[in-house]
C-alpha cells in the first residue's frame, strides 16, 4: 500500500479527502497541519509516495518549503498541490489542482501519479453535497 502525507490546516477538509484517498486509491494518509510538521516527519521517515497540500497552508507557501527541504535531503517524493502554480519552478513531478478543488479530480490525479487504476465504484458515484461544499469553502 502507498502511503501519503495530506497537509491541510482545516480538519474538515483534511478528513474528507483522507477517507476519500483511502477509501478509492487505497493509500494510507498520514496527516500533517503544516509545512513544519511534515518536514519534521520527513526528518524522521521519508519513504512516502506522494505528498498532497495546499498552496497555502497557515500562511505560508507550503509547496515551496517541503520542495526546498527535499532538494536539500535529495529526496524525491511526487507533490499535488492545491491551488494555482505561482512562481514555482517547473517540476514534473510537480502537480496543480487549480480551484476549485473537486475530490473526484483530486481522486484521479492521485490515482495517476501512483499508478493506481480507479475503482469503477468512483467511476460511477454520484458526489454528495458536503463533498461539493467542501470543494468550494476550502479550495
Do not use: C
Amino acid at each position: 500500500m502507498s502511503k501519503t502525507i495530506l497537509i491541510d490546516d482545516v480538519e474538515a477538509t483534511r478528513s474528507a479527502y483522507a477517507l476519500n484517498l483511502t477509501t478509492y486509491v487505497g493509500t494510507e494518509i498520514v496527516d500533517r497541519k503544516g509545512p513544519r510538521d511534515t518536514i519534521d516527519l520527513l526528518e524522521v521517515l521519508s519513504d512516502f509516495d506522494l505528498i498532497i497540500t495546499r498552496q497555502t497552508v497557515r500562511g505560508k507557501n507550503a509547496p515551496k518549503l517541503i520542495l526546498d527541504y527535499l532538494k536539500t535531503k535529495n529526496i524525491s517524493i511526487p507533490m499535488i498541490v492545491l491551488g494555482q502554480q505561482e512562481g514555482a519552478e517547473n517540476t514534473p513531478h510537480i502537480h496543480y489542482l487549480a480551484p476549485p478543488i473537486q475530490v473526484k479530480d483530486l481522486i484521479e490525479l492521485a490515482s495517476k501519479v501512483l499508478g493506481v487504476v480507479v475503482t469503477e465504484i468512483m467511476e460511477k458515484r454520484s458526489w454528495p453535497n458536503i463533498f461539493l461544499f467542501l470543494s468550494i469553502i476550502f479550495s
